[in-house]
């Protein structure tokens, strides 16, 4: 993050609580304690000396911790003492008791400290949260177990501080790093756009920063490289993969005044096209906004939290209040301030204030991740109420990566001719082929690329491409192969044809496979009596007869396919 945004929090880049006044804020600003520790184990920076100091901190605080636990637990053995004379077992539980207290200060004071700070910064801001209930809790813990231990005298309750110190830092931290995590998965989407473009001016191209360029400007996109901005190509046919958008893996051929969208691949052929959005304004950076948004609005129960978070704090510190009142004058001060101890650190919601957005950001990272948009912060929480689903089903149910399901060749010569033309193509069809035929990249001096259609061999002339290709070519094609390009054509499989001497040679046909998932996630869905349905438009879409999956789906006749 360049610059600090004092109305975000400077790690996650969320919006931090409102504070109850408009006054100034000095520095940085942190969403939660999570934030603020991981933000020192973890800066911007990769700091590494900064990185070490805080996990040695930690790791001591743990150190510390678990040895504080083992002398409480022989306090409160009594078989340790069982064969010692009351003396020695007075002297070793004296021992015990002032090496517990010994051993919690720098537990106290690796994360109880900055823990304080938190607080008092937040209380400095208006803000009132369960940072403060924690602070009051470990403190008061921490203060009574050595007042009881310098007058030999009492309870004493080290280990609790600690523990709740400890596991409060690890859970704050990983609630912290799982926002920052969803947030990285978004830049990954920004980073497609390239940072500098080409730039087609009356004297030639010039190269300019990507956020320079203006609705107007001409742009150059070489193949293999990723559309920069929304704009209309001038001229075609190209090949292009909106996969990032549609999630289709079949490219689409853009033909002259076709839109072109930011984020896309240009897959052949030396494009220019005509922006119509400058890059902050184009399709991809308003999808990344929208989900940032959505990421930013929270949901019913986060709201709920917030609101119970608000009022939970003054409720609990004046029951506390109370309550140790209350016994302290019906029985001593020292119960009176256990009571009220107890009550702040029993009351503290870990539930209410780390679980609920935990678990929320778990699901918007690991969806973000898998490039699913979330429209709104509620969405999650509807999702359990869903009783119908309709999937999508090229790049939703199958892979999104197309594989050969048919070669249908008559002579392998041709089949190591037209593996030879797929290798030197970047196409993902002609990708796809290479791969499953196990060709790799070689010289491509002697092949040239046919945007919109495919590659060509310039001393034989043979062709790898489309079938619109072959026709404009005036290709024959003998009945055996009519058979199977009408059977692709049916089944609404994509095709790959190789000819050479005016005859089509060999088909490839392409299909995808069904996600290995599916079957798990069909049936979860199913056990829960949600009603499943397939949105296709694929032409008479039914059993894919390369996946051999029958048992799943039944053709209807029409686009829309009742799962069975």
């Known amino acids: 993050m360049s610059s600090v945004d004092l109305h975000a929090c400077a790690y996650c880049g969320l919006p931090a609580p409102r504070s109850w006044w408009d006054g100034p804020a000095a520095g940085p600003s942190y969403c939660c304690y999570g934030c603020r ?5 973890v800066d911007a920076d990769g700091a590494r000396p900064e990185s070490r100091r805080m996990f040695t ?17 022989a306090l409160w053995s009594s078989d340790v003492y069982e064969d010692e004379s009351t003396t020695t077992a007075q002297l070793l539980s004296g021992i015990f008791r002032y090496l517990s207290m010994l051993f919690s200060f720098p537990v106290y004071y690796a994360l109880g400290l900055p823990l304080l700070e938190n607080a008092w910064d937040s209380l400095k801001r208006g803000i009132a949260n369960i940072d403060i209930l924690l602070v009051i809790g470990v403190g008061a813990s921490y203060a009574v177990s050595a007042f009881s231990v310098l007058r030999d005298d009492g309870p004493i309750y080290f280990e609790v ?39 087609v001016v009356a004297e030639g191209e010039v190269e300019r920063s990507l956020r320079e360029v203006v609705a107007g400007d001409r742009l150059r996109v070489l193949a293999g490289e990723r559309i920069a901005c929304d704009g209309r190509l001038e001229h075609g046919p190209v090949h292009i993969d909106e996969q990032l958008l549609t999630g289709e893996s079949a490219v689409r ?56 978070s608000r009022w939970f704090l003054p409720a609990v510190i004046v029951v506390s209040l109370g309550a140790g009142v209350y016994h302290g004058v019906a ?28 678990a929320m950001w778990v699901a918007l990272n690991h969806a973000a991740r898998q490039r699913i948009l979330i429209q709104g912060g509620d969405v999650l929480e ?31 010569r041709h089949l190591a001719e037209a593996a030879t033309l797929a290798a030197a193509s970047r196409h993902v069809y002609a990708v796809a082929i290479a791969r499953q035929l196990g060709m790799h990249a070689e010289s491509t001096a002697q092949i040239a690329t046919v945007a919109g259609r495919g590659v060509r061999a ?42 050479s ?55 209807t006749g029409d686009s829309t396919v009742q799962a069975s």
């Open 37 to 41: 520790f991981a933000a020192n184990v």
């Open 57 to 73: 901190r930690l790791g001591l605080a743990i150190f510390c911790t678990m040895n504080v636990m083992a002398f409480t637990m």
């Open 161 to 199: 501080g600690c523990t709740v110190l400890v596991l409060v830092t690890l859970g704050r931290w990983l609630e912290a790093t799982c926002r920052s995590r969803a947030s990285h998965a978004l830049d990954a989407l920004e980073k497609l756009q390239p940072e500098r473009v080409r730039v």
């Open 253 to 308: 051929c853009k033909e002259r005044g076709d839109p072109l969208f930011a984020g896309t691949l240009n897959v052949d052929g030396n494009l220019v096209m005509t922006v119509t959005a400058a890059a902050a304004d184009g399709t991809l950076a308003r999808l990344v906004r929208m989900v940032r948004q959505a990421r930013a609005t929270r949901g019913r129960f986060e709201q709920l939290a917030d609101r119970v």
């Open 331 to 358: 029985r001593d001060a020292m119960t009176g301030v256990l009571v009220g101890m107890s009550v702040v650190l029993i009351a503290c919601p870990c539930a209410l204030g780390i679980a609920t957005p935990l």
């Open 382 to 412: 509807r999702l359990a109420r869903v009783d119908q689903v309709c999937f999508d089903k090229t790049g939703t149910l199958t892979t999104g990566t197309p594989g050969v399901g048919q070669a249908a060749f008559a002579d392998a």
């Open 458 to 499: 310039d001393d034989s002339g043979a062709m790898l491409g489309s079938e619109t290709w072959m026709a404009e070519a005036g290709v024959t094609i003998p009945s055996e192969l009519r058979q199977t390009l009408d059977g692709a054509r049916r089944d609404g499989n994509a095709v790959v044809c190789f000819a």
């Open 501 to 555: 001497q005016g005859c089509l040679r060999g088909v490839f046909v392409l299909v995808e496979d069904w996600r290995p998932e599916l079957d798990d996630a069909l049936a979860q869905l199913q056990a829960e009596n949600v009603k499943l349905s397939i949105l296709s438009g694929d032409p008479n879409f039914g059993i894919d007869p390369w996946c051999r999956r029958p048992r799943l789906y039944v053709p």
